[in-house]
């Protein structure tokens, strides 16, 4: 059976990370959205998608190697965690594809984001998303 994105809420995700140390909480936003609208305590950034030029990042998957100094195994058991989120599930869920495709066996998406999706009066973090669960989250 191949391998896929595994989607969590927010509050599993929080869950898995202090249960796991060794494991990694990607946000995938832009710089801008990760440094001014805020992010999980203990996020890494690493941009699939960023400005100026707004096109994916070619060395997204490298980057993430980079993170784990070679964890990833053939074990699954035996994998890091990688945990990705974004504003609202949707980048993230398209950056964790792309990890399963390169080998990687142990990815999972916060499917809610850290924002959640827009409400009826176009505002965000009002019915889904990490800050709507009051999970741990700072910013610059």
Known sequence: M???VKSLSASEAWQICQKNPRTL???????????????????IHVPWIDEPDWV???HFVIDIRKL????????????VP??????????????????V??????????????EGELDD???RSTSGGWRFHDLPWEQC
Request: charged share 25%; aromatic share 6%; with cysteine.
């Open 82 to 99: 990688i945990i990705l989120i974004c504003r609202s599930g949707k980048r993230s869920k398209e950056a964790g594809t792309k990890l």
């Open 121 to 123: 009066k176009h505002h």
């Open 56 to 58: 994916v990042n070619p």
């Open 25 to 43: 909480l990607i946000d995938v936003r832009s710089s801008m959205e990760y440094l001014f609208v805020g992010h999980p305590v203990g996020a």
């Open 101 to 114: 495709e390169a080998g990687f066996s142990k990815v999972f998406n916060v499917e809610e984001g850290f």
């Open 68 to 79: 784990i100094l070679g964890g990833v195994s053939g074990d699954a058991d035996d994998s």
């Open 2 to 4: 191949s391998q896929q």
